[in-house]
């Protein structure tokens, strides 16, 4: 296993984290390449060995294409939970913000091994949990700031 522990494998065992970890294959992204788009099939959860990785929502602005940074994922942090939670599409693009390495988990071999170890598959999904709530906590934020604004301009 790296230096860096994942936070997904915060409730398994050494033992327990190499065996999801050997499930899955490393990648090495550019600066700037990207990974995954939004609304692609999710094929694969990701955990974050090195590097920064931008998770964005690509919107027009004023016409123009850009991508809006919704948060940053940092070593040992996973992210792409869009895998393991139905329609298994991805709901951000992301893509590296600098050279990054990356662990590929592949849905399929992980829900064959959660079926086969369901204290895995337990403390994987709650890990996969809060991942989601958080970006839950993030958008709301975001919808609340946005909605503050729009209180403000209709009462000027």
């Known amino acids: 296993m790296d230096k ?11 033992d327990q984290a ?9 990648q090495t992204l550019a600066a700037g390449e990207r990974l995954f788009d ?3 099939a999710a094929e694969s959860l990701f955990v974050l060995q090195g590097g920064r990785i931008a998770l964005s929502l690509p919107m027009k602005v004023q016409g123009v294409e850009k ?28 893509s590296a ?29 709650r890990d996969v949990a809060a991942i ?6 993030v958008l709301q934020a975001m919808w609340l700031r946005e909605m503050q604004r729009v209180v403000e301009l209709s009462s000027a």
């Open 4 to 14: 860096v522990r994942p936070h997904l494998f915060a409730g398994l065992t050494d």
């Open 18 to 26: 190499a065996e999801v970890v050997a499930l899955g294959s490393r």
């Open 38 to 40: 939004l609304g692609e």
């Open 67 to 94: 991508d809006v940074l919704i948060e940053e994922r940092m070593p040992g942090e996973a992210f792409g939970w869009s895998a393991l939670v139905p329609p298994h599409r991805f709901t951000l693009k992301a």
């Open 97 to 125: 913000s600098m050279e990054s390495d990356v662990l590929a988990l592949p849905r399929v071999a992980l829900l064959d091994h959660f079926e086969a170890r369901p204290e895995v598959g337990y403390a994987v999904t």
């Open 132 to 137: 989601v709530g958080q970006r839950l906590q």
